[in-house]
């Protein structure tokens, strides 16, 4: 699935001088942010994937932004704290939107998923039935 912004959707959403600071490079690393980026949407749908089919059909407006302010918070290193701070509460502000879609508190217009096609997350245990069954241990 594509990533739910591009690195220069990222590059204009974030003084460049910040992404080539966070990248370690004298320009943004290009490379670092389609990775960082493609992270963030795969966590995203980590959450969508509860309630939506995937890939989603329509992208909803904002979600470029949801996408970039994760990639930020996984591409900051222990350097800029104030940084780290607003990017932090930017990623758990996104986080706590996605939990609430998931829930089915928040809707994004479209179609929910149908049992059949949703992505089931957990663990499952599949034993043989009992042999000795009244046996309570």
Avoid: H
């Avoid at 690195?7 to 943004?28: M, R, W």
């Avoid at 990623?91 to 609430?100: G, H, S, T």
């Amino acid at each position: 699935m594509e990533p739910y912004a591009t690195p220069q959707q990222l590059i204009d959403s974030v003084p460049e001088n910040l992404l080539a600071d966070i990248t370690g490079t004298e320009e943004p690393d290009v490379q670092k942010l389609q990775r960082a980026l493609a992270d963030a949407s795969a966590e995203m749908n980590d959450y969508l994937a509860a309630r939506y089919s995937l890939p989603l059909e329509v992208v909803p407006d904002g979600f470029r932004q949801k996408c970039c302010d994760i990639a930020i918070y996984r591409l900051l290193p222990l350097r800029a704290l104030d940084a780290i701070e607003d990017a932090r509460q930017r990623y758990e502000d996104v986080i706590r939107y996605l939990e609430k879609v998931a829930e089915g508190r928040i809707s994004l217009g479209l179609p929910a998923a149908d049992a059949d096609t949703a992505v089931v997350q957990g663990v499952a245990f599949i034993a043989p039935e009992r042999i000795m069954k009244g046996l309570n241990y």
